[in-house]
């Protein structure tokens, strides 16, 4: 046994400056961990978005961004629904069986690609590199298209087409047909892109 006295003040202040130094630690340790944590933008950027598609007339088409993605919404015309029966023998994948989970969810697995045959829903983005089409609706010769066209979309940056339904016609650089995101109607006038729990 040691006969040296235990200096208290000291042994007071080791334990309360290790105390400090703890809480200081954990204070500094809390933020920092919470970093690792997505910010409400991020959490944001993949939600849900809902869209009002009642002042969209047949023929036009609107676009809203979804994961920082653009998203068509295409009101087609009776006429347009029809030509997707003429474009079909000239497609690559016409019953969308590449990558079904991943580009064509089951809902969508139709010669419309979509919930209802007069709306479609897309992600604007070519499936080649990304870049995005641009509509060519009107049916008929126009440069860099066939005389017979039928109406779709053009990617303007290697000249992929793809019909009204988002279907790529064979022969291009692009090897997919257009995403189909997922997405369900709320109402007649209301789809919420993101989400298909009830499609």
């Not at 419309?112 to 007069?118: F, M, V």
């Not at 990304?130 to 979309?153: E, H, I, M, R, V």
Request: hydrophobic content about 35%.
């Amino acid at each position: 046994m040691s006969d040296t006295p235990v200096d208290t003040n000291k042994r007071t202040w080791l334990i309360a400056s290790t105390c400090a130094g703890a809480v200081g630690g954990v204070a500094v340790a809390v933020p920092f961990v919470s970093t690792f944590q997505p910010s409400e933008k991020a959490k944001a950027a993949g939600a849900a978005v809902e869209v009002d598609i009642s002042a969209l007339k047949p023929g036009e088409k609107m676009t809203v961004e979804w994961r920082g993605k653009p998203v068509w919404i295409v009101k087609r015309t009776p006429e347009q629904v029809e030509s997707l029966n003429k474009t079909e023998p000239q497609l690559a994948d016409p019953k969308s069986e590449r990558k079904p989970g991943e580009l064509t969810p089951a809902y969508a697995r139709n010669q419309a690609r979509s919930i209802k045959p007069e709306i479609f829903v897309a992600v604007g983005i070519c499936t080649h590199l990304g870049c995005s089409p641009s509509d060519k609706f009107q049916a008929g010769a126009q440069p860099s298209l066939p005389d017979d066209w039928q109406g779709g979309f053009l990617c303007p940056c290697h000249g992929s087409t793809f019909d009204i339904a988002g279907r790529v016609f064979k022969n291009k650089p692009a090897p997919d047909n257009l995403e189909i995101p997922p997405h369900m109607y709320l109402s007649d006038t209301k789809l919420l892109i993101g989400e298909d729990k009830k499609a």
